[in-house]
């Protein structure tokens, strides 16, 4: 069974900085494709960054510069480190891994930035 559980959400103040953690288990994790994505309300879920198996990284343009994916394969887990949040950034932010065709979500954790 596979299982994402991401940590690390909350309230922050714009400006600020937030790091989301997301264990995996229950999956080839060296081999997957790991992925942020975010859903504001009243939005549809949005890509914010992945990273593949040999450590390539995509990012949505309107994060770039400001948030950074990482990843260890012996730990299971993969990072999103977020600074100089905006208030636009406000969403849930759920982990993803993707291994061949499947997809795997986590339940996700909530970031809400002040102004």
């Known amino acids: 069974q596979v299982q994402l559980v991401e940590s690390g959400g909350g309230l922050v103040q714009a400006g600020g900085s937030l790091r989301l953690s997301c264990a995996a288990s229950g999956i080839i994790f060296r081999f997957s494709t790991m992925g942020w994505y975010r859903q504001a309300p009243g939005k549809q879920r949005e890509l914010v960054a992945t990273?593949?198996?040999?450590?390539?990284?995509n990012y949505a343009d309107s994060v770039k510069g400001r948030f950074t994916i990482s990843r260890d394969n012996a730990k299971n887990t993969v990072w999103l480190q977020m600074s100089s949040l905006k208030p636009e950034d406000t969403a849930v932010y759920y982990c993803?891994?993707?291994?061949?065709?499947?997809?795997?979500w986590g339940q996700g954790t909530q970031v809400t930035v002040s102004s």
């Open positions: 990273i593949t198996s040999g450590g390539g990284t």
């Open positions: 993803n891994a993707k291994l061949i065709a499947t997809l795997y």
